[in-house]
Each structure stands twice: as structure tokens, then as C-alpha cells.
């Protein structure tokens, strides 16, 4: 049975009219309400990174899409606090990611929050965490979608590295031989050269085997992890993923690779 396209989202919401937005990179956990606005089960909160953030909504990457109208319970975490900041999203509109095998960006309203969530959001967004001072790693972030690699880029100059980025394979060669990074975060999926073809020619040149090499794709099968061994990926990262997770596995590396 074909499953029938969800109607086209509208351009834009209430919520982009009435909120200024800031481009934050925060972890955020999300799933469908149940009846009777039931949340659901911690194992059911699929993790993703938001992409911008306002008083009034979020847009932010999901595996699957979600019919205009539903409910989505959201946990995000907040630089800071102790506490997950929990609120209860509406979807606006989606977009398909078309240079992922499967992937949206979701436009959430918020519909339900606590007067005390309002204030910490609403402190959050007055004073967003400026990027660290320490320049001491630099990190090379292959990703071609726009959005994706400016919340990545955020979240990694908000923990200390200095980033520079490439949106295509040719481009994440030159850099990569001519930036010589600490690390590469690099996408599989990509222009001109693909993920593998980059990390193989990087990883079987001397001057270059040292840099540890993440491989970030949305695409989970096993051939796909077996090929990036077989290219030299020091590790392997599907999306979505937990941000903080990926730096620790940054982090991890660079203490194993100290460049």
C-alpha cells in the first residue's frame, strides 16, 4: 500500500512572524504525544540537534515526518542548567532533506509550557553562550547542507575548537591537506568526491594518516561501516546524533591522536 504524501507545508507560521530566532545548536529529544497528551517513553525520544530556536518555537532535523497538526513532546537540553527544559511542540511545516537517504527539518510552535521553562527559555535566548575562547584544536567539518553544519559548527566553537568547514569533497581534500586539522567530521554524502573517496586519500598519504577521521552519515548499514574501515574512518556516527556525544567521541580521539 502506497502511503499518500502528507499536504505541502505552508512557507511559514505564526510563530516566524511573532518571535526573533537564533541560531543555536542545542540537543533535543523528541516523539509524538499520546492520547490524552500521554508523553512518550524515554525509548521512544528519537535525539536530533535544532537548528535555530526562539521564544515561541524551534526548527530542528528528524528521521521521519510527522502529519501538519501533531503534537511532539520535546526535551532539550540548555548550556547550564541541570534540568532537561521540556515543552510540548506543534508541527507548523517540514522539509525533506533531499541529500539524505532519509531526514526533515521540522518547524515546531510551542503549545505548552510552564511559566518557569518561559523564563529559563526566555534567559537563554537574552544571553546565548558565546563561543569559548581556546583555539588550541582545529577540527575540519565536511557537510553540505547549510543548516546542519552551521549547528554544528555553533556547537563545536561553544566547546573550544576552532572550525573550518567544506561543503563538498573536493573542497574537504584541499582543506584537510592544506589545513592539516586535529580532526575531520566528514559527511559520507557529498559532491565531486564522496565521504570515502576523501577519507581514503587522505588516510593512505603519509603526510595526512595521522588525522583521525569521523564519518558522519545518515546511512547505518553495515557494508557502509565495513567500507569505512576499509578507508581508514577512525569512527563512525549516524544521524541524527546526540551533539554532546559527538564531542565526547571527538574529545576521546583527540586524546588517542594528539596531533
Not at 42 to 57: F, I
Not at 86 to 101: F, I, N, P, S
Not at 123 to 133: D, E, G, K, M, V
Not at 211 to 224: H, V
Amino acid at each position: 500500500m502506497v502511503t499518500p504524501p502528507l499536504p505541502t507545508p505552508p512557507p511559514h507560521s505564526r510563530e516566524r512572524r511573532r518571535f526573533p530566532r537564533y541560531q543555536v545548536a542545542l540537543d533535543i529529544s523528541v516523539g509524538p504525544l499520546g492520547l490524552d497528551d500521554v508523553r512518550p517513553l524515554e525509548a521512544q525520544l528519537k535525539r536530533t540537534v535544532t537548528v535555530d530556536l526562539s521564544q515561541g518555537g524551534a526548527c530542528l532535523y528528524s528521521e521521519g515526518r510527522y502529519a501538519i497538526g501533531t503534537q511532539l513532546f520535546c526535551a532539550i537540553t540548555l548550556p547550564g542548567q541541570p534540568r532537561r527544559f521540556e515543552v510540548v511542540g506543534t508541527l507548523a511545516w517540514y522539509q525533506k532533506v533531499d541529500r539524505e537517504e532519509r531526514g526533515y527539518k521540522l518547524g515546531l510552535e510551542f503549545a505548552q509550557m510552564t511559566a518557569e521553562h518561559q523564563a529559563l527559555l526566555a534567559q537563554f535566548l537574552a544571553h546565548p553562550p558565546a563561543s569559548a575562547a581556546s583555539r588550541a584544536k582545529t577540527l575540519l567539518l565536511v557537510e553540505d547542507d547549510e543548516e546542519l553544519q552551521l549547528a554544528m559548527k555553533l556547537r563545536f566553537e561553544s566547546a573550544g575548537f576552532h572550525v573550518i568547514t567544506a561543503s563538498e569533497g573536493l573542497e574537504a581534500l584541499r582543506k584537510g591537506r592544506e589545513e592539516h586539522p586535529h580532526l575531520i567530521i566528514l559527511d559520507l554524502m557529498l559532491p565531486n568526491l564522496n565521504g570515502y573517496e576523501v577519507c581514503r586519500l587522505l588516510k593512505f598519504d603519509h603526510t595526512f594518516h595521522d588525522i583521525p577521521i569521523i564519518l558522519c552519515t545518515a546511512r547505518c548499514r553495515r557494508e557502509d561501516m565495513e567500507m569505512g574501515k576499509a578507508v581508514g574512518a577512525d569512527a563512525f556516527v549516524t544521524k541524527p546524533f546526540n551533539g554532546q556525544e559527538l564531542i565526547e567521541k571527538v574529545e576521546t580521539l583527540l586524546t588517542v591522536h594528539p596531533g
